[in-house]
């Protein structure tokens, strides 16, 4: 796929490294608010394997608050101007907002990244508009209220419908079909068994032909089943990134860039067995 000027192969499995500039940051703390340690990390994850780098100003775990445009755009385009500027990797802006996504894609972003399936006023058009890779999420509701008992007839079914709607709200609005990328959203308005049957599902979202994107880490499913804290959520989320891979998946979403990486790397390399 085509990132501008940059070139990926997702026949190849990528990690995708997160850099949260939220304050409130479920599992970093707010650790990276300051440049030149956010620029640190991402360095970091770039040798550690990362292909991508995703940078997000405003939460969305479960029960966060919306944030104002502007706090959005303090947060994240001086960050994106400095490593545009500084490393050579894919920048993705996580955001739901149509200027986010505009100021963003100035700044050096490279893809879109929109938990809400670029369903926000002005989101499609303008995603469109700047002729970069969108990856489209399903989430039922929003942050704010989303787990308040999320309920679904079949949700792999139910996820992959809202997902081939998206597809196709994409294509009609002229973005091009090799530049969709899709994701169930793990987390997003989903219980613990909707989420392990997404995991269990995932080979059925890939007839929608499109590469698939998925988060998992340190992800709240992991403590339910694991019984453990933020913390301690690292070989849960590398089991769940495995198996995503295994099954197809082409891009996992991770704040632990190596120890995914070279998971990994033990499944493509049973795949080319
Ligand atoms: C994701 C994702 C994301 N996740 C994409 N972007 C988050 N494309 C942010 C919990 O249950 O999966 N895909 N951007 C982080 N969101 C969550 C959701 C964090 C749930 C934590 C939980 O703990």
Known sequence: MQFKNKQLDL???????????TPDSFSDGGRFTNLDAALNQAKQMVEEGATIIDIGGESTRPGAEA?????????????IERIATELDVIISIDTCKATVMQEAVTAGAHMINDVAGLR??????????LQVP???????????????????????????AFLAERKQACLDAGINENQIIIDPGFGFGKTVQHNLQIMKGLPDL???????????????????????GVDDRLHGSVALASLAVWSG???????????????????????KA
């Open 11 to 21: 026949s190849i499995p990528q990690v995708m490294g997160v850099l949260n500039v």
């Open 67 to 79: 944030v104002t445009e502007q706090a959005e755009l303090d947060r994240v385009i001086p960050i």
């Open 120 to 129: 926000a006023e002005g989101a499609l058009n303008t995603a469109a508009s």
């Open 134 to 160: 969108v990856c489209v999420m399903h989430m039922k509701g929003e942050p704010r209220t989303m787990q308040a008992s999320p309920e679904y007839e079949n949700v792999v079914a139910e996820v992959k």
């Open 206 to 228: 890939l007839e929608l032909n499109l590469p698939v994107l998925l988060g998992v880490s340190r992800k709240s499913t992991i403590g339910a089943i694991l019984n453990r």
């Open 249 to 271: 998946v082409n891009i996992i979403r991770a704040h632990d860039v190596k120890a995914t990486v070279d998971a990994l790397g033990i499944i493509q390399a049973i795949k």
